[in-house]
T-cell receptor
Framework: GQQLNQSPQSMFIQEGEDVSMNCTSS?????WLWYKQDPGEGPVLLIA?????ELTSNGRLTAQFGITRKDSFLNISASIPSDVGIYFC???????????FGQGTRLTINP | ETGVTQSPTHLIKTRGQQVTLRCSSQ?????VSWYQQALGQGPQFIFQ???????GRGNFPPRFSGLQFPNYSSELNVNALELDDSALYLC?????????????FGEGSRLTVL
């Protein structure tokens, strides 16, 4: 079945640093999405990408849809304490109802 | 605040029992999806309901079943509970028409099976 490999699994950084994480797959996806999950909460959508090569920003967050449609990355610039949490990539095939999620990247920030 | 409400937030069951989890949406979106999230893992798609009909199913056995009601609230039922069913169960609705991947998730129901 489809699987998404997300890396790194965890990151420990200093406040103010930039962060980069990525997601790869052996399958092609038509949509890539990035979600963030805080403890005790459900995932919250950060960015949705619909075209190969697309680069989209949401404040300090920037994500790209890989040209092969098999990968995506998320960058966070100038990290702040509220960026702490688990970041999930998710892919969707056109016409399919389900999202396939990665295993998550846990971000910890030292003040 | 996503407007998606799930209940109960936590529950404990024993192996072999049955459980019903509930979900409601303020917005009244007509599509609802359920996901299972094991500890340390990403969510896994269980099924989706659209206008009260199952509209797609993941790799889960038939003892996982669901309902969607005319007011778009939904239930997830799991029969013959197994220890591996311990997980966070998430309900989600579409945030906007046509963007089926852009989901609003509830806070989840954490099920522990002993």
């Amino acid at each position: 079945g489809q699987q998404l490999n997300q890396s790194p699994q965890s990151m420990f950084i200093q406040e103010g640093e930039d962060v980069s994480m990525n997601c790869t797959s052996s399958s092609i996806f038509n949509t890539w999405l990035w979600y963030k999950q805080d403890p005790g909460e459900g995932p919250v959508l950060l960015i949705a990408l619909y075209k190969a090569g697309e680069l989209t920003s949401n404040g300090r967050l920037t994500a790209q849809f890989g040209i092969t449609r098999k990968d995506s990355f998320l960058n966070i610039s100038a990290s702040i304490p509220s960026d702490v949490g688990i970041y999930f990539c998710a892919g969707q095939i056109q016409g399919a109802q389900k999202l396939v999620f990665g295993q998550g990247t846990r971000l910890t920030i030292n003040p | 605040e996503t407007g998606v409400t799930q209940s109960p937030t936590h529950l404990i069951k024993t192996r072999g029992q049955q459980v019903t989890l509930r979900c409601s949406s303020q917005s009244g979106h007509n599509t609802v999806s359920w996901y299972q999230q094991a500890l340390g893992q990403g969510p896994q798609f269980i099924f989706q309901y659209y206008r009260e009909e199952e509209n797609g199913r993941g790799n889960f056995p038939p003892r996982f079943s669901g309902l969607q009601f005319p007011n778009y609230s939904s239930e997830l039922n799991v029969n013959a509970l197994e220890l591996d069913d311990s997980a966070l169960y998430l309900c989600a609705t579409n945030s906007k028409q046509g963007a089926t991947g852009e989901l609003f998730f509830g806070e989840g129901s954490r099920l522990t099976v002993l």
